[in-house]
């Protein structure tokens, strides 16, 4: 199970951080990454953190601003967003894959959390 929380609606150029906490799996051991969807468009990969060597992807719509980390200790895979843009409007999900390799983008992920929405003004 996958629960998502920090979500809200923030003005442009404000930080958001998103928390999500990981219950009934091996934490360390799951590909982790957050996808958004806008109104209106597909869902995006926003950002990948990998196994073992934490490797992290980023898509080219945040790549600078946002930052993806995980806490094997707590099962817990946070997204700190700053700079915030109108764009980055959506539903944010926790997302998980314990097939490897690790990929990035949303058909990498077979377990989704219910989402959190963001609203950026």
């Known amino acids: 199970q996958l629960v998502e929380s920090g979500g809200g609606s923030v003005q442009a150029g404000e930080s958001l951080s998103l928390s999500c906490v990981a219950s009934?799996?091996?934490?360390?051991?799951?590909?982790l990454g957050w996808v958004r969807q806008a109104p209106g468009k597909e869902r995006e990969g926003v950002a990948t953190?990998?196994?073992?060597?934490?490797?992290?992807y980023y898509s080219n719509s945040v790549k600078g601003r946002f930052t993806i980390s995980r806490d094997n200790a707590k099962n817990t895979l946070t997204l700190q967003m700053s700079s915030l843009k109108t764009e980055d409007t959506g539903v944010y999900y926790c997302?998980?894959?314990?097939?490897?390799?690790?990929?990035?983008?949303?058909?990498?992920?077979?377990?989704w959390g219910q989402g959190t929405q963001v609203t950026v003004s």
């Open positions: 997302v998980a894959e314990s097939v490897h390799p690790c990929c990035h983008g949303e058909a990498c992920f077979r377990y």
């Open positions: 009934g799996i091996i934490f360390y051991d799951y590909c």
């Open positions: 953190i990998y196994t073992g060597s934490n490797k992290t």
